[in-house]
Nanobody, 123 residues
Framework: QVQLVESGGGSVQAGGSLRLSCAAS????????IAWFRQAPGRERERVAS????????SYADSVKGRFTISRDNAKNTMYLQMNSLKPEDTALYYC????????????????WGQGTQVTVSS
């Protein structure tokens, strides 16, 4: 049974940093696409970053490039999202998601989801 559990959210002032973690079980991280999505109130869920395959190929939304870094520890089956230079517009519920295939930006293509962790950035 696939399970994803996020942690690390919280409240921070603009310009600050947070690191989110996503612990996985029930599948092998190195052979899956793992992604972070976020959803703010009244907005659609959007992909923030993803990482795929044994070469850890990464991809980022334009809005977070240069500020966020996705990484994973295959030995721990854990993925991370390091978020620096946070802005108020980064405030959202952040989810990790997985699919046993190439990465995709549409949340509809991810069958496995965590419960989400809240990130709040104040100005």
């Amino acid at each position: 049974q696939v399970q994803l559990v996020e942690s690390g959210g919280g409240s921070v002032q603009a310009g600050g940093s947070l690191r989110l973690s996503c612990a996985a079980s029930g599948f092998t991280y190195s052979s899956a696409c793992i992604a972070w999505f976020r959803q703010a109130p009244g907005r659609e869920r959007e992909r923030v970053a993803s990482i795929y395959g044994p070469r850890s190929i990464t991809s980022y939304a334009d809005s977070v490039k240069g500020r966020f870094t996705i990484s994973r520890d295959n030995a721990k089956n854990t993925m991370y999202l390091q978020m620096n230079s946070l802005k108020p517009e980064d405030t959202a519920l952040y989810y990790c998601a997985a699919r046993l295939d190439l990465c995709n930006i549409s949340p509809a293509n991810y069958p496995y989801w965590g419960q989400g962790t809240q990130v709040t950035v104040s100005s």
